[in-house]
């Protein structure tokens, strides 16, 4: 992959083509003050100023071309108004006419993201380089690149080379980075401490075993944040077994991992003045003669007692452990990431994931930091009256409603078990996942609510 700090640097008067920016509104008297030759060249390439529409305009040299570039609205750049741009055009360095790129240098960077590990031929183009007049945003935006295109990159390795194990080499590679501590727990350890993500783990091969990855980072003076993600690093449905179609994807079911991970690097790149603590439960799901059964009773970390309804919701077993031990250091903010419930897609859809939290304040700057960047989550009700859908007659809790309705809501409050009632918490239930492409975002694995988690954090621990 291209080096990303290459591809957008900072402006100092070198050699550019040059990208003119046009809206609907602005159009009709930007095409009338161009030359004769680019106001043909216009019309000859039907360019009307409509979102992602561009159009190559000729210079009085072959060098001297440029670029008119169709966007919703100038005065107001969106993350992906240069993301198509950034697909389409040949390798070579360019330059926005009369203005800063602002926060749409995210877009030009998503834009040339490309997963072709497996492939004999890549479709590389060679990197397009954006000059950008503002240093600071230039390393913040590097930043949530390198972050999403590390979600991307995991989500879409195949589960044959991404198992527990490489997921805890990621993480190591990460701590390493950044003088972090890491441990990792599995074997009669695991058993003992994190019994429920053992079980769920247990039946896949030796070299797959489950495991509790944590990584510490962070000044002891500063205040303690908990970020912990789903780690199924593959779903079968256990027992339960899934159909051909709904197993199809479940290589992404450690997107909340991924989201985890990404989220702490952003955390230690920055070096956001908080002690982090990273949890990321890591298993697969899957079937031979020790999986966990329908009917089985489980304890967890926590010493609550659970029902096993349902083999398939297996990634609220392994998050309780982890929210639980989370919770035992008392941090001051706990922020979960999961691939959790078909549930949350049938109500939102692919695109947004659901947001929960016990404080409302929490909620709100989330939601408000996911308008802030285009990253939007939309809040879901913690609605305790559904609780009675989790009773067992034989332990504290069931895994998995029997009942077809609120399967988002009811996993939600499965896990608010796990964390004291004291103690700030958000879960999102994101896809990442995306089954169409757009312009910077093309098919398979995304971050969906990471810049909605950055923004948040970025607000509350602000650096000096």
Same mark, same amino acid.
């Given at each position: ?9 900072? #402006? ?7 990208? /003119?920016?046009? =809206? @609907? ?61 950034? %697909? ?9 006419? %009369? ?15 490309? *997963? #072709? ?7 590389? @183009? ?7 007049? /503002? ?13 999403? *295109? ?25 701590? @390493? ?13 695991? %058993? ?5 993500? /053992? ?16 990584? %510490? ?12 993600? @789903?780690?199924?690093?593959? #779903?079968?449905?256990g027992l339960d077994i899934k159909p051909a179609a709904g197993m199809r994807l479940m290589k992404k079911d450690m997107g909340g991992a991924a989201h985890a991970l990404a989220l702490a690097l952003l955390i230690m790149k920055s070096r956001l003045p908080v002690r982090l603590h990273l949890l990321i439960p890591a298993v697969e799901n899957a ?33 309780? =452990? ?14 979960? *990431? ?8 049938v109500a939102l859809g692919p695109d947004l994931p659901a947001l929960f939290a016990n404080r409302n304040d929490l909620a709100q700057e989330l939601l408000a930091g996911g308008d802030a960047v285009s990253d939007p989550v939309w809040r879901l009700p913690l609605w305790k009256h559904y609780a009675d859908m989790l009773k067992s007659d034989l ?50 694995? #995304? ?18």
């Amino acid at each position: 992959m291209t080096d990303l700090s290459s591809l957008v640097q900072p #402006d100092k008067g070198q050699p550019a083509t040059l990208l /003119h920016l046009v =809206d @609907k509104k602005t159009f009709d008297a930007w095409l009338s003050a161009q030359p004769e030759r680019a106001r043909q060249a216009v019309t000859a390439q039907g360019f009307k100023a409509e979102g992602f529409q561009l159009a190559t305009l000729p210079g009085d040299a072959a060098n001297e071309w440029s670029v008119a570039l169709g966007v919703a609205n100038v005065d107001d750049l969106s993350v992906w108004c240069l993301a198509k741009a950034a %697909e389409a055009l040949p390798a070579g360095t360019y330059r926005i006419a %009369e203005r800063s790129p602002g926060w749409a240098m995210l877009g030009w960077l998503l834009g040339q993201y490309s *997963f #072709d590990s497996y492939k004999k031929e890549s479709a590389k @183009k060679g990197p397009r380089i954006l000059l950008s007049d /503002h240093p600071v945003r230039i390393e913040e935006t590097l930043g949530i690149a390198e972050a999403t *295109f590390l979600v991307r990159n995991l989500v879409n390795t195949p589960a044959q080379d991404l198992g527990p194990k490489e997921l805890e080499e990621a993480v190591s590679e990460l701590a @390493k980075n950044y003088s972090a501590i890491i441990s990792s727990t599995s074997g009669e350890e695991l %058993e003992r401490e994190f019994p429920m993500v /053992h079980a769920v783990g247990r039946a896949a091969a030796p070299e797959r075993g489950p495991r509790m990855i944590e990584l %510490e980072w962070g000044d002891q003076r500063h205040p303690r944040i908990a970020v912990v993600g @789903k780690g199924v690093c593959f #779903d079968s449905g256990g027992l339960d077994i899934k159909p051909a179609a709904g197993m199809r994807l479940m290589k992404k079911d450690m997107g909340g991992a991924a989201h985890a991970l990404a989220l702490a690097l952003l955390i230690m790149k920055s070096r956001l003045p908080v002690r982090l603590h990273l949890l990321i439960p890591a298993v697969e799901n899957a079937v031979s003669g020790n999986a966990f059964r329908p009917g089985d009773i489980l304890r967890s970390r926590k010493g609550l007692t659970v029902e096993i309804d349902n083999t398939d919701a297996e990634g609220r077993l392994i998050l309780a =452990d982890a929210l639980a031990k989370a919770a035992e250091a008392e941090p001051e903010l706990i922020l979960d *990431f999961a691939t959790l419930t078909g549930a949350a897609r049938v109500a939102l859809g692919p695109d947004l994931p659901a947001l929960f939290a016990n404080r409302n304040d929490l909620a709100q700057e989330l939601l408000a930091g996911g308008d802030a960047v285009s990253d939007p989550v939309w809040r879901l009700p913690l609605w305790k009256h559904y609780a009675d859908m989790l009773k067992s007659d034989l332990a504290d809790m069931v895994n998995s409603a029997d009942s077809p309705m609120a399967g988002t809501i009811t996993a939600a409050l499965f896990l608010q078990k796990f964390v004291p009632e004291n103690l700030p918490w958000a879960h999102l239930d994101t896809f990442a996942w995306r089954a169409a492409s757009k312009p910077g975002r093309p098919k398979g694995g #995304d971050a969906l609510g990471l810049r909605a988690a950055w923004e948040m954090l970025k607000g509350r621990y602000p650096r000096a």
